[in-house]
């Protein structure tokens, strides 16, 4: 159990619609970072928080969108979606701060699009 | 730009070795190691930092040539447990190599 919770685990939805996928980070961990995944691919890199303020950005598209609240939960928020979007979305938390420790990674919130 | 892995698949024997590379065309501060089980979230194995220190696994080993922006896993003795996808991680943006599959059989 790393201690990131990633809800939900499972979401099956339509094209066109709106999901949010939320994240629990580690007690204690400051930074968030938001991870596609697609089947038998690597990660992809789309957005990091540090306690509340948007870090990093990589490959997100403008559909999506995330935040990080006060209590340090993450949101990520997809809209319009498509069938290409369908994957599994890793979120993952560290320290924080300019050097990156260990990630810790939640197991995951798997989309389906049809 | 993520960095690229060599070999990009690889199958071993229980008790074989493996090495594993990672190059990257940006400078490297930082390299992070981990290791994806199929259906499962990527598990932490090693943080390789400027300067030589190294902290992670004690029964896997890395290499870190910060000039030639270039890092390698070392597998040793390999176990059915090894098997997965292994990809190693930049500090720029934490972004993760082309991941490498590793299977292991008896």
């Known amino acids: 159990d790393s201690g990131v919770t990633q809800t939900p685990k499972h979401l099956i939805t339509a094209t066109g619609q709106r999901v949010t996928l939320r994240c629990s980070p580690r007690?204690?961990?400051?930074?968030v970072y938001w991870y596609q995944q697609s089947l038998d691919q690597g990660l992809q890199f789309l957005i990091q928080y540090y306690n509340g303020e948007e870090r990093a950005k990589g490959n997100i598209l403008e559909r999506f969108s995330a935040q990080q609240f006060p209590d340090l939960h993450s949101e990520l928020n997809l809209s319009s979606l498509e069938l290409g979007d369908s994957a599994l979305y890793f979120c993952?938390?560290?320290?924080?701060?300019?050097?990156?420790?260990?990630?810790?990674f939640g197991e995951g919130s798997r989309l389906t699009v049809l | 730009q993520q960095p690229v892995q060599s070999p990009q698949a690889v199958i071993l024997r229980e008790g074989e070795d493996a090495v594993i590379n990672c190059s990257s065309s940006k400078a490297l501060y930082s390299v992070h190691w981990y290791r994806q089980k199929h259906g499962e979230a990527p598990v932490f194995l090693m943080i390789?930092?400027?300067?030589?220190e190294q902290k992670g696994h004690e029964k896997i080993s890395a290499s870190f040539n910060e000039k030639k922006q270039q890092s390698s896993l070392y597998l040793t003795a390999s176990q059915l447990s090894y098997s997965g996808t292994y990809f190693c991680?930049?500090?720029?943006?934490?972004?993760f190599g082309t991941g490498t599959k590793l299977q292991v059989i008896p």
């Open positions: 993952a938390s560290s320290g924080g701060g300019r050097e990156i420790g260990e990630l810790f």
């Open positions: 991680g930049t500090r720029q943006k934490v972004t």
């Open positions: 007690s204690g961990d400051l930074s």
């Open positions: 390789l930092l400027k300067g030589g």
